[in-house]
Nanobody, 125 residues
Framework: EVQLVESGGGLVQAGGSLRLSCVAS????????IGWFRQAPGKEREEISC????????YYADSVKGRFAISSDNAKNTVYLQMNSLKPEDTAVYYC??????????????????WGQGTLVTVSS
């Protein structure tokens, strides 16, 4: 059974940092494309980063490039999203997601089939 458990969200002041975790069970994260998404209140879900071990490169949306970093620990079957220099506009529910690794640089949202439950990040000004 596939399970994804996210943690690490919370309230942080602008300029601060948070690290989100997504622990997977039922599959190996290294075999899948990894994505991080967010949905701010009243807005559509936005893909902010994706990567796959077969491709070796990582996509970042312009809104987070240079501030956020995706990583994984295969021994813990866990993926992370390190978020630095947080801004109030980063306030959102953040989701990890996994899809079939097809060796691409970018994976659109519809290619992700396993989703975490979401964790709320609130950045105060």
């Amino acid at each position: 059974e596939v399970q994804l458990v996210e943690s690490g969200g919370g309230l942080v002041q602008a300029g601060g940092s948070l690290r989100l975790s997504c622990v997977a069970s039922g599959f190996f994260v290294d075999d899948y494309a990894i994505g991080w998404f967010r949905q701010a209140p009243g807005k559509e879900r936005e893909e902010i980063s994706c990567t796959s071990s077969s491709d070796g490169s990582t996509y970042y949306a312009d809104s987070v490039k240079g501030r956020f970093a995706i990583s994984s620990d295969n021994a813990k079957n866990t993926v992370y999203l390190q978020m630095n220099s947080l801004k109030p506009e980063d306030t959102a529910v953040y989701y990890c997601a996994f899809g079939l690794d097809s060796g691409k640089y970018y994976y659109p949202e519809y290619e992700f089939h396993y989703w975490g439950q979401g964790t709320l990040v609130t950045v105060s000004s």
